[in-house]
């Protein structure tokens, strides 16, 4: 499935409604790359604000966990281009600003939320120079 949505997104950017991109991380423990679709929102900067909800699952989903192990090795695929990024997970004010335009844009993320007992993690894709 992941494939199937993967090819659509390279070639619409979208997908269920909302902007999609195809985030390729490294696996923390195999090394290999790991390609998954997304949903994403802009950020400051031309920057991608992204969220590891899972659908408000209880634990993160494995693409977090390998961003969060090699935040400087990952690539997107978004607007007909790949594009190197570096991955930082927002806190504080930040967060809650981001989770404010997230949330106002895709009323969803909050039903997520509300389903889990954690925090989702709120992350900038920024590109890398």
Known sequence: MNRLMA?????????????????????????????TPVGWFPGPDGSYLIVASAAGAPG??????????????????????????TAEQLHGPERE????????????????????DRELPVIRLTPQA
């Open 7 to 35: 090819r659509r997104i390279r070639r619409k950017g979208a997908v269920m409604g909302f902007n999609a991109l195809v985030l390729t991380t490294v696996g923390r423990k195999s090394g290999a790359e790991r390609t």
């Open 60 to 85: 993160n989903p494995a693409w977090y966990l390998n961003l969060a192990a090699n935040p400087d090795k990952i690539r997107i695929d978004v607007e007909g281009r790949t594009v190197a990024v």
């Open 97 to 116: 600003q981001a989770w404010r335009q997230i949330t106002s844009a895709a009323p969803r993320f909050a039903s997520y939320q509300e389903k889990t």
